[in-house]
């Protein structure tokens, strides 16, 4: 006799079972995937404990030590880098505006907004970033050092976006600045396109959300679907956005962007994911809300891609052509 009880909670059962390699992606791919497990086939990024979001110090302490991490990495990417890079200061904001020794778009601004669970990156690692930025448009790059928890919580890095947005669309106007960000960072670019309209700003030129985390209340299906699949990004970020919302409702727009309202005079956006990145369903739910209202948007999805890429692999140098040659079409012809 069929047994037809339901459980408590209606869906797929997905037995244990081994999600191989995939030969369908470069070697360089395949070899960082590989990498990215222990023998057993277990995440090594599953391995990290997060602390509670309330337990202040140990978010400081890991603050520290992946900051280290990210900047290390980083460097590995732009020890061939020429921008000259200066720091400042605008109010409470701090920003590293870089500039390549061989500009190709003049008169125009990148806004870099860094990664890194809305916790990490800043630093070192966001002045590498900005200077990598740099060179691979061929233009002046803000990279947005901003303030983060636990000593800084929300909407203190939103606060931080809209002070230099607004530095920037003064000197070099609206339609010559171009919005980036990989990751938590294109949840402040999103944040930042929204509260620029509801404080009657004008919007950028366009912007690029790389594999965004767009929705912090994690309501998608790929959090789901592609949890521990993804290998950079094993399991949900529940506490840091906890950490970040310090009470505040984290659907609110400026929050979670994907619940904000869309209209068709958003400008450009660009969207990548891949499909094995946990944030999936973020850049999937976006592109059919913006086409929904026929606002200007591509979508990118790259084939076994976990979150934030494969570690220059081939596929990297793709998704990094795709980037210039949108972050070019968004600019007035006169600066091309």
């Not at 590995?76 to 605008?90: F, K, N, P, S, Y």
């Not at 050092?145 to 920037?168: S, T």
């Not at 594999?211 to 998608?220: F, H, I, K």
């Not at 840091?240 to 958003?266: E, W």
Request: aromatic share 6%; hydrophobic share 40%.
């Amino acid at each position: 006799m069929k047994n037809n009880q339901k459980t408590s909670e209606e869906g797929v059962r997905v037995d244990e079972r081994f999600i191989p390699v995939p030969v369908s992606i470069s070697a360089e791919a395949q070899a960082m995937l590989r990498a990215a497990v222990r023998d057993d086939g277990t995440p090594l990024n599953a391995l990290y404990p997060i602390p509670a979001p309330e337990d202040h110090d140990a978010w400081r302490r890991l603050q520290i030590a992946t900051d280290v991490h990210y900047a290390d990495a980083l460097r590995g990417t732009t020890d061939e880098t020429r921008a000259e890079i200066e720091t400042l200061r605008l109010g409470m904001a701090t920003v590293h505006v870089a500039t390549p020794n061989r500009l190709r778009l003049r008169d125009c601004v990148f806004i870099d907004l860094h990664g890194g669970a809305l916790v990490f990156g800043g630093g070192d690692a966001c002045r590498e970033s900005a200077r990598l930025q740099a060179d691979r448009l061929g233009m002046v790059c803000y990279g947005i050092d901003y303030r983060m928890p636990p000593d800084h919580p929300y909407p203190a890095a939103l606060d931080d976006c809209m002070a230099i947005y607004q530095h920037v669309i003064d000197r070099y106007r609206a339609d010559r600045v171009v919005l980036g960000g990989r990751s938590a960072g294109g949840n402040l670019a999103m944040a930042t396109i929204l509260r620029a309209r509801d404080e009657d700003l004008p919007f950028p030129a366009g912007a690029v959300l790389l594999s965004p985390e767009l929705d912090l209340t994690e309501s998608g299906d790929s959090f789901q679907t592609n949890r521990t699949v993804d290998v950079v990004l094993p399991n949900s970020l529940m506490p840091n956005n906890l950490l970040y919302a310090d009470g505040a409702d984290l659907s609110h727009p400026y929050l979670s962007p994907l619940f904000g309202r869309i209209s068709a005079d958003f400008p450009p956006i660009f969207l990548q994911s891949g499909t094995r990145d946990l944030f999936l369903s973020n850049a999937v739910r976006l592109h059919r809300k913006l086409r929904r209202v026929e606002a200007p948007v591509e979508l990118h999805v790259f084939e076994a891609m976990p979150h934030g890429g494969f570690a220059g692999a081939p596929e990297d140098l793709e998704l990094t052509v795709e980037v210039v040659r949108f972050v070019t079409e968004c600019l007035p012809t006169s600066v091309r």
